[in-house]
């Protein structure tokens, strides 16, 4: 008995290390005060891996103007939790106020994530 107390000990305290580093280091979604587009998918299906140069080309056109955000699910299942996720990837759009305004779910081209986006923007 005295020996497990050398594994449970531990143990617990790596667990408690892992959930507060996840939680220091996820962001805030929807962003604060800013039109925020997050994509919820993850580093290994197909639509997701093609979503990865659309969100790369829009978070420089974007940049200052627009947080682009990407959930890994596999990594953050409490945030697709949270927003329902049910299909990858899923994009949701949220105004500078935090509400959401706009999701969809599977491939979503770049064109049409900028007009959602430049809409937001009043442009």
Not at 9 to 24: D, K
Not at 42 to 69: D, F, H, N, W
Request: aromatic share 8%; proline share 5%; charged share 25%.
């Amino acid at each position: 008995m005295k020996s497990l107390k050398y594994v449970v000990i531990p143990a617990t305290v790596l667990l408690l290390f892992c959930f507060l580093q996840v939680a220091w280091s996820a962001p805030e979604i929807p962003a604060k005060d800013t039109v925020t587009m997050v994509d919820l998918g993850s580093t290994s299906c197909i639509p997701c891996k093609m979503m990865e140069p659309v969100l790369e080309s829009l978070t420089k056109e974007y940049q200052g103007r627009v947080a682009i955000l990407f959930v890994n699910v596999k990594k953050d299942m409490a945030t697709a939790r949270k927003f329902d996720i049910r299909a990858i990837p899923t994009q949701v759009f949220f105004d500078k106020a935090g509400k959401e305004v706009w999701r969809h779910a599977g491939f979503l081209d770049q064109k049409t994530i900028e007009g959602k986006l430049n809409a937001l923007l009043g442009k």
